[in-house]
Every structure is written in C-alpha cells, then in structure tokens.
C-alpha cells in the first residue's frame, strides 16, 4: 500500500497522466427545453421559441461545435477532469467558485452523453459548472465501487466538450453530501442562490432534490424563480438503439429507457464495449497506475499489469479486440486486451513494445476501448 499521503502524490502524478487532444469546431444544432421566466443570460441563437404557461421550449440552438445527429440518434465524442480538493465550497477568501454561473445538477459519475446535454444547456446560459456531492456512499453506508470516469481523466472527457457547449470547457464542483442531506428543497435553492450565489440551475425532467428526495423539477423552477434565478429542465436523453430487456436489467421504476450510469454499468458487466461507447460518446479509457508494490511486466508484444492497478471502471472478464494502448501523445499503439481475475493483459503485434515501455518507464497505462464484446 501507499504511504499516507498517498492522496497527494497520486494528485501529482495525475497531471502528468493527463492527455490532450485538438478539436476542429463545425456548425452544430441542439434541442433544448428552458422553463422559468427568461432573462438575457447569452445563450447561442436560437432559432425558434414556443412560449408556454411557466415554460419556454426552445429549439435548435445555434453554435460552434461537432455537428450533433439528427433526431433519433447519438453523436459519439468523449470527456475528462482532476477534482482539487480546494475546489470544494466556498474559497477561503470567502467567495463562490461558481458565483455568477450556471450549475448542472446530477450524479456525473459516467459524464455520459445524457450528462452533456445538461453541460451544452447550462454553457447557453452562462460560464457551465457541473455540482454534484461527494460523500455520499460514506454517508448513506454505500459499498464502494471504482468509478466509471478515472478522476485524473475527468478534465480531457470536459475539454472534449468544448465543441458542443459553445467553445467552453464545462468545470466541476463538488458539495459535501453531509453540509446538504438534511435541507429541504426551499432551503437547498437558497444554498445555491445566497450562498452559491449561482445564477442558474439545470436539471433533468426526473431530477429530485432535498431531504428524501421531497422536490422534483416543477419545485425547481418555482423556487428558483422566487430567489431570482433561471431553471432549465431538460428531457431525457433516451437510448434509442438498445431496449432495457436486452441488457438483462433489474427492474427499476426508475428506469425508462433513458441513459443512465447504471445503464452504463450493466453495458460493462456484459462486455459490451460498442454499446458503452454509444452510451458515454466516446471510447471508453481505463486507465492503470503503477505504485512501489504493484508494478507492470512486460516483453516484446505484452505488458501486464494487476488488477488493482485500475483507476477505474473495467469491463468483465474476456477478450477483447480492437483498442489502442496509449502511451504518450505520439505512441499509440492498436492493441488487444485481456482481462482475468488477476490482472489486465495488453497484447500486440508490434514488436518493440518493451523497448517502448523500457525507455519510457512508464507509471501509467491508457487504454481506449473499440467497438467489441467479449
């Protein structure tokens, strides 16, 4: 095991882990859906607005990005971000980081494609934050389970949105579950507005919020409008390409066909990775790190690394083809993976991987996965 500040040095280590990539920005249209009164909070030209009792829906919003599909289906990118952990509540200097913003509230463990369409609605409105809470398995007596999203991955899966949210990376901020569990849902507005001071909220239609869930969206927009600020609720967005019962679903009442985080899990518990990518956007990267104990092997055409090297989520047990083992900005490598109960075996055909990973000695391995099932 790691040392007791093993917290900061993975922080470190995670800045240099992080890669990035350029984007060629082209005409984009999106359909969004914004209730409450609207003030001139620079959104990105829209094209029409049907004004309905409490409502305004708004369609085809103009801006510079990737173009999105047409109705129906699912346009594919991919995201990333580090949490600070300074970056959490007020600063000390007692202001807001997300003062003057407009914050997307969810659980954002996948950033999966239903939680960009929440990032494009508030980046129409103003500079785009992402609140969710931290704690929440410690206080709610949750196993813990490894993220979907390694968190030193988190800011290039958020940059690779810039495209559709107007040429702005989305950032993150986090409350503690424990400072808002108890609040109900007027006093939870008015944490975000008096004490957050944010000038926007942005939800989903199913969103609930407050102490056991007692507020749904209607009350968001209420209340928000009584302390000032904007409320966009958005539609879900549906997975119109699987049906639940493919997936082998527990039946939820939650569960409507929408994308979800734990859609995404069980596409992962299955292997199918084409499916994961439809889900998150993007090709799903599991990321391993190397520690003092638990260190990678290799020879010319495989490098091994144990389980517990993982950051994140990986699918079950199984072969699988088609993915690229990315070592740096100019390595990328096509690959196969398999993975045991043990350890994440990465195999290729290219003959000098050793001498790649010797030279470089690597702490870290990215690998994206392509369009396979075990």
């Known amino acids: 095991m790691l040392g007791g500040s093993v917290s900061r040095a993975i922080s470190h280590h ?25 003030r001139p909070l620079k959104p990105c030209l829209p094209d029409t607005a049907i004004t309905q009792k409490h409502s305004r829906v708004s369609s085809n919003f103009r801006c510079f990005g990737t173009p999105s599909k047409p109705p ?37 463990d996948a950033l999966h494609i ?5 990032a494009i609605q508030a980046s129409k409105a103003g500079p785009p934050f992402l609140l969710s809470f931290v704690g929440m398995d410690k206080v709610l007596g949750w196993e813990p389970r490894a993220p979907i999203v390694a968190k030193c991955d988190r800011k290039r899966v958020l940059s690779s949105w810039v495209p559709y949210c107007c040429n702005t990376v989305p950032e993150e901020f986090q409350v503690e579950f424990s400072s808002v569990r108890h609040l109900s849902p007027r006093q939870f507005v008015e944490k975000l507005s008096q004490e ?31 302390y000032g600020m904007e ?38 518990a299955v292997g199918d990775m084409s499916y994961v990518s439809e889900l998150l956007g993007r090709p799903h990267r599991l990321i391993l790190m190397a520690t003092d104990q638990e260190r990678f092997s290799s020879d010319q055409h495989k490098i091994s690394a144990p389980r517990s090297c993982t950051l994140n989520l990986a699918p ?5 083809e088609k993915c690229s083992l990315l070592l740096d900005q100019e390595n990328v490598v096509q690959c196969r993976v398999v993975i045991d109960s043990k350890f994440v075996h990465i195999e290729t055909d290219y003959g000098g991987l050793s001498d790649i990973f010797g030279s470089q000695n690597l702490q870290f391995l990215h690998i994206e996965f392509g369009d396979s099932c075990t």
Do not use: W
């Open 316 to 320: 079950k047990e199984g072969l699988y």
């Open 231 to 268: 409320a966009y609720i958005i539609k879900s967005v549906m997975d119109k390409n699987r049906c639940s019962a493919d997936m082998n679903f527990v039946t939820n009442s939650k569960e409507k066909g929408q994308v979800s985080s734990t859609r995404v899990r069980e596409a992962f």
């Open 14 to 38: 995670f800045r240099d882990c992080d890669l990035h990539f350029h984007f060629t920005l082209t005409y984009c249209t999106f359909q969004t859906f914004h209730l409450s009164s609207p």
């Open 114 to 118: 239903g939680h960009r369409e929440l």
């Open 72 to 108: 129906g289906e699912i346009p594919l990118l991919f995201d990333c971000f580090s949490q600070q952990e300074d970056e959490r509540e007020i600063l000390s200097d007692g202001t807001s980081p997300v003062a003057g913003g407009v914050v997307a509230l969810g659980k954002f």
């Open 196 to 226: 957050l001071r944010v000038r926007g909220v942005v939800a989903g239609e199913n969103y609930r919020f407050g102490y056991k869930a007692a507020g749904d969206a209607l009350e968001l927009v209420k209340l928000c409008e009584e």
